[in-house]
């Protein structure tokens, strides 16, 4: 497995839409999700191919977890469900996506040393907030 690195940044810096972005990848880094779009996606700071390639371009900032600590083994899965949440959010992606999405998350969580109590925990908690919080705009 590859080094994932990211900074934090203090204080968070607050978008237009008034996300608090807390922390950002400083170079491009990219995941397998085997979700597949109809077509290539390419937005400033996200790409996802037709085969379902997730990049996170340099600088694609998010608010970390949400509703559990930020964890050295839930960040990287963290900004992999963030940009298909968002992808979904705008419409890139359907809403079909969102539990292979929260499913990826769990499956990431577990990769990276998370015990499967604790993945399988906060993937219940992305079940439950994460379709509210896709349809309403905010970070998941």
């Known amino acids: 497995m590859s080094e994932f690195t990211v900074t934090i940044i203090l204080p968070p810096k607050i978008s237009k839409s008034g ?28 790409r996802m191919t037709k085969t379902g390639e997730l990049t996170c371009k340099k600088n694609y900032a998010i608010d970390g977890s949400s509703g559990a600590a930020d964890t050295l083994n839930s960040i990287e899965p963290a900004f992999v469900h963030d940009a298909l949440c968002q992808l979904i959010r705008t419409g890139h992606l359907p809403m079909s996506a969102l539990g292979p999405a929260n499913d990826l998350y769990r499956d990431l969580c577990m990769a990276r040393g998370m015990a499967s109590f604790r993945a399988k925990a906060r993937r219940l908690g992305l079940r439950i907030g994460s379709k509210r919080a896709v349809r309403k705009g905010k970070a998941t």
Do not use: N, Q, S, W
Request: with cysteine; aromatic share 8%.
């Open 19 to 46: 996300r608090k972005h807390k922390l950002r990848v400083p170079a491009d880094f990219t995941c397998a999700t085997g979700i597949r779009p109809h077509k290539h996606i390419e937005t400033p700071y996200l």
